[in-house]
Each structure stands twice: as C-alpha cells, then as structure tokens.
Nanobody, 118 residues
Framework: QLQLVESGGGLVQPGGSLRLSCAASGFRFSMYVIFWYRQGPGKERDSVASITTIGGHTNYADSVKGRFTISRDNAKNTAFLQMNSLKPEDTAVYYC???????????WGQGTQVTVSS
C-alpha cells in the first residue's frame, strides 16, 4: 500500500526546533523528488522546501532559508525537515509530497501540525 506518513510535529516555543519526518512505503522512494509544504490557518498551501532524488539539490522558500534544512535517507525511505529558530508565523500543518521523476505522479501525506507559541 502506497503511503507517506509525516511525524515530529508539536508545540514549540519561539526560537525552538523541531525535526519532521516523512516515511514512505509502497513505492520506489529514491525515484521521487520530495517536497515539504505547509498550510497555515486561513492560508493557502505553500511550498517550503524540496530535495532531488539523491539529495544533490535543495530549494527553500525565502521565509525559511537559513533556518530549515531538508534532507533524505533513501536507504530508509525517509525524508526530513529540520526546523530551527522557529517563529510563530511558522505555525501550520506541514505536508510531505512525493513527485515521480518518471511519470510525475504525486502522493501526499496526511500532514503534521506544528504550533509555535509561547
């Protein structure tokens, strides 16, 4: 069964850190580009970061550059989003998205809530 499962969200104080994980199963993870998106309250879903299949290239939204780091471990079929220096405006549901480099098929996880508040 094809699945993406995010974990690692929670409540953190401003300035704190969280590490999100995206565990994949049921498909050839190493052939997929991985994106992290987020959707804040009353906002649209926006791209946060992306990483190519072997991790050779990453991209970040301007709002998270220098604070967030995307990575992946193809041997463990898992992607990560390390989030440091968190701000209240980072509060959102964070989603993992996998896009095939072969046929552009796209899969989404169910999301994990990140709340940054004192």
């Amino acid at each position: 069964q094809l699945q993406l499962v995010e974990s690692g969200g929670g409540l953190v104080q401003p300035g704190g850190s969280l590490r999100l994980s995206c565990a994949a199963s049921g498909f050839r993870f190493s052939m997929y580009v991985i994106f992290w998106y987020r959707q804040g309250p009353g906002k649209e879903r926006d791209s946060v970061a992306s990483i190519t299949t072997i991790g050779g290239h990453t991209n970040y939204a301007d709002s998270v550059k220098g604070r967030f780091t995307i990575s992946r471990d193809n041997a463990k079929n898992t992607a990560f989003l390390q989030m440091n220096s968190l701000k209240p405006e980072d509060t959102a549901v964070y989603y993992c998205n996998a896009v095939s480099t072969i046929d552009r098929s796209s899969y989404w996880g169910q999301g994990t809530q990140v709340t940054v508040s004192s």
